[in-house]
């Protein structure tokens, strides 16, 4: 079977070849990004951990993707939080969330996470630290403790 063929103004191209490169220069890219993410990327946690549902959460306010995250949270919470305020939480003003500690009792947890500003106050990175309390509803771990930070009541 001949290979496709289409013109070009510089002649004849095998489209074939270009996509058997194209093929190969991704494949070549997603290696180097998964060997990227494995030294430096998101942490993975066990699916049905506090963790887990925490960086869930966390993911969705950097994504900026607020009804997602509302959906995080334990019912009683959800009820209180304003969509809209949420939008304007610590992840809208910090670089990065870190999972520091979580201490597990039974159905509850508390989860603790800082929060670094890279550029910082006055050009030196700092720190913010929250406590996040968590219920385990139904087997799914929800975000049941949020505080006027993030635009809750």
């Known amino acids: 079977m001949a290979a496709a063929c ?25 290696i180097v990004v998964a060997l990227a993410l494995g030294q430096g990327g998101l942490r993975t946690y066990p699916a049905d951990s506090p963790e887990a549902a925490m ?8 994504a900026d993707e607020i009804r997602e995250a509302r959906e995080d949270l334990a019912p009683g919470v959800e009820a209180r939080c304003d969509v809209e305020a949420l939008r304007y939480s610590p992840a809208s003003y910090h670089d990065v969330a870190r999972i520091d500690d979580v201490e597990i009792d039974g159905m509850t947890a508390m989860v603790t996470v800082a929060f670094t500003d890279e550029s910082g106050l006055f050009d030196e990175p700092y720190e913010s630290i929250y406590e996040f309390g968590m219920e385990q509803i139904d087997g799914a771990w929800r975000i049941a403790d949020l505080d006027e930070r993030f635009g809750c009541r």
């Open 6 to 30: 289409r013109w070009e103004d510089n002649g004849v191209v095998n489209t074939t070849t270009k996509i058997g490169l194209g093929i190969g220069l991704l494949l070549v890219g997603a």
């Open 55 to 62: 960086q869930d959460f966390l993911q969705h306010l950097f």
